[in-house]
């Protein structure tokens, strides 16, 4: 295994990503639906400054996962994820750490280069089952801050979708 330092992003511009972003130490934040309007005006503020498209997206207490679709020529998810993060911070009562960094979000967040139509639908089959995976509804349809009604209505998922994992998804931990 690489030391973090060694670590090297895959960068495509115009490419679309999944993404896990984490609270730091966990902490269920987004369990409270203040912090998520809040979240989602980060992502608001941020796309106008820099446009990309969120293909699918859930939001967890601790996490949230998404796949994102950057416009052509740019590929700089980095410094989005950055302006999310600090909208949200400066705007939540966190705790400081001694390096002056707010107790809200782990420091980094993992991402994957989508290869193509297969992975692209894995990804965003796994986004929506989560939070059926972490036991908090039965169904997709039950979780509130998830794009999977939006899913629904464009056709990608039949009435009852995800009520049992579904077979692509097994094996596959992205958290």
Same mark, same amino acid.
């Given at each position: &295994?690489?030391? &973090?330092?060694?670590?090297?992003?895959?960068?495509? +511009?115009?490419?679309?990503?999944?993404?896990?972003?984490?609270?730091?130490?966990?902490?269920?934040?987004?369990?409270?639906?203040?912090?998520?309007?809040?979240?989602?005006? #980060?992502? +608001?503020?941020?796309?106008?400054?820099?446009?990309?498209?969120?293909?699918?997206?859930?939001?967890?207490?601790?996490?949230?996962?998404?796949?994102?679709?950057?416009?052509?020529?740019?590929?700089?998810?980095?410094?989005? %994820?950055? #302006?999310? !993060?600090?909208?949200?911070?400066?705007?939540?009562?966190?705790?400081?750490?001694?390096?002056?960094? !707010?107790?809200?979000?782990?420091?980094?967040?993992?991402?994957?280069?989508?290869?193509?139509?297969?992975?692209?639908?894995?990804?965003?089959?796994?986004?929506?089952?989560?939070?059926?995976?972490?036991?908090?509804?039965? #169904?997709?349809?039950? %979780?509130?801050?998830?794009?999977?009604?939006? +899913?629904?209505?464009?056709?990608?998922?039949?009435?009852?979708?995800?009520?049992?994992?579904?077979?692509?998804?097994?094996?596959?931990?992205?958290?």
């Amino acid at each position: &295994m690489l030391p &973090m330092s060694d670590y090297r992003r895959a960068r495509v +511009a115009g490419g679309s990503y999944f993404f896990t972003v984490v609270t730091y130490e966990r902490r269920p934040l987004f369990g409270d639906a203040r912090n998520v309007g809040l979240l989602r005006q #980060a992502f +608001a503020w941020t796309k106008a400054q820099r446009p990309f498209d969120i293909e699918a997206i859930v939001i967890l207490p601790d996490h949230l996962h998404c796949v994102w679709r950057l416009p052509e020529g740019d590929l700089d998810f980095s410094g989005r %994820w950055r #302006a999310i !993060k600090q909208f949200v911070s400066r705007r939540l009562d966190a705790p400081v750490l001694r390096r002056g960094e !707010k107790t809200v979000w782990q420091r980094r967040f993992w991402e994957h280069l989508i290869r193509d139509d297969e992975d692209w639908r894995r990804y965003v089959d796994y986004i929506h089952f989560n939070p059926v995976k972490h036991g908090l509804v039965e #169904a997709p349809e039950d %979780w509130t801050y998830s794009s999977y009604g939006r +899913a629904v209505e464009r056709g990608w998922y039949p009435p009852g979708w995800g009520r049992t994992e579904p077979e692509q998804l097994r094996n596959m931990a992205r958290e």
